[in-house]
């Protein structure tokens, strides 16, 4: 569970993101219906499923990458009707999948290019006065994250856990006041993610709110203080981590069986339960993620 350092908004605070009966359709598919959900500032919010539940297309309508109905609020302010540039200057920012790190630059100048203003006005600035970042931002994004000291390294002298810090820096530069994380902590061996998780705590103790996909269950269950579940695009449980894992239906879509986790408890040397038969497998044993951009979600997170 968070620990004490993790600022928990009150009760009775406006939500920084809140979504009101957010629909996502794609023809005759809904990828997300009427779905619910809020982050407050400095909170860590959850939102697990099985893959192909809607995870990433809920993250592509809320930052604008993909259309959608239904309300998106951000520090009680509408912003659906917004292109993602916009809610990006609003202070809402993403993280990506496959968002691979430009290996030729350093540390600094990968945050750096994350603030790069775009248009022929930004272009022959930087032509006549080389580009720069605002004084200030990319240091103190990097001191967030705790990478002060590997600010002019290049990516490839990073552990893995750097790198996915770096990425999420790259997220937060800037005025950011929430972060969407999509899958942050794959590829990350239980040492790497306990740290990575501590450092997730940090961040949010500074007021930035975080809504959090990934399928490490032991990351989701230390950090977050509440989670969402996603089954065939619409929320099954919302609630504390404790009363979440609990939860029979979460269970059933997602955790896995009773059976099943007995046997994994028990360190069983049976074969592998006929998975054609409806056996959900554990998000440990799931190898295949949501997709990265909306052209592909579209097929992927609808299944």
């Known amino acids: 569970?968070?620990?004490?350092?993790?600022?928990?908004?009150?009760?009775?605070?406006?939500?920084?993101?809140?979504?009101?009966?957010?629909?996502?359709?794609?023809?005759?598919?809904?990828?997300?219906?009427?779905?619910?959900?809020?982050?407050?500032?400095?909170?860590?919010?959850?939102l697990i499923g099985p893959n192909g539940a809607g995870k990433t297309t809920f993250v592509d309508a809320v930052t604008g990458f993909a259309r959608s109905s239904?309300?998106?609020?951000?520090?009680g302010r509408r912003i659906d009707r917004a292109g993602p540039h916009r809610r990006r200057r609003a202070g809402m920012a993403r993280t990506w999948q496959a968002g691979e790190l430009f290996a030729d630059l350093t540390v600094a100048q990968n945050l750096a290019v994350a603030v790069q203003r775009v248009g022929l006005r930004a272009m022959v600035l930087d032509v006549v006065n080389g580009s720069r970042p605002p004084?200030?931002?990319?240091?103190?994004?990097?001191?967030?994250?705790?990478?002060?000291?590997?600010?002019?390294?290049?990516?490839?002298?990073?552990t893995l856990g750097q790198q996915k810090l770096v990425g999420v820096a790259r997220a937060l530069v800037g005025d950011t006041g929430l972060?969407?994380?999509?899958?942050?902590?794959?590829?990350?061996?239980?040492?790497?993610?306990r740290e990575f998780g501590g450092e997730l705590r940090r961040i949010a103790a500074t007021g930035v709110g975080i809504l959090l996909i990934d399928h490490d269950m032991s990351l989701v269950l230390d950090v977050c203080d509440r989670l969402y579940v996603l089954d065939f695009g619409r929320v099954i449980a919302a609630g504390p981590p404790a009363e979440i894992t609990n939860d029979p239906a979460v269970v059933a879509a997602y955790l896995g069986s009773a059976e099943v986790q007995a046997e994994s408890d028990s360190g069983a040397d049976d074969p592998a339960p006929d998975t054609s038969a409806g056996t959900v497998m554990t998000p440990v044993e799931s190898t295949t993620t949501d997709e990265t951009t909306t052209e592909s979600t579209t097929t992927e997170e609808t299944r």
């Open 1 to 46: 569970m968070p620990d004490s350092a993790t600022t928990v908004a009150a009760p009775d605070a406006e939500p920084l993101l809140r979504t009101r009966g957010l629909s996502v359709h794609y023809g005759g598919v809904t990828a997300n219906a009427d779905i619910d959900l809020t982050v407050g500032a400095g909170e860590i919010v959850g």
């Open 70 to 75: 239904g309300e998106v609020t951000l520090s």
């Open 135 to 158: 004084a200030g931002v990319v240091e103190k994004a990097l001191d967030v994250v705790g990478l002060t000291d590997v600010a002019d390294r290049r990516p490839d002298e990073l």
């Open 179 to 193: 972060v969407l994380l999509d899958e942050p902590a794959a590829g990350l061996d239980t040492h790497e993610s």
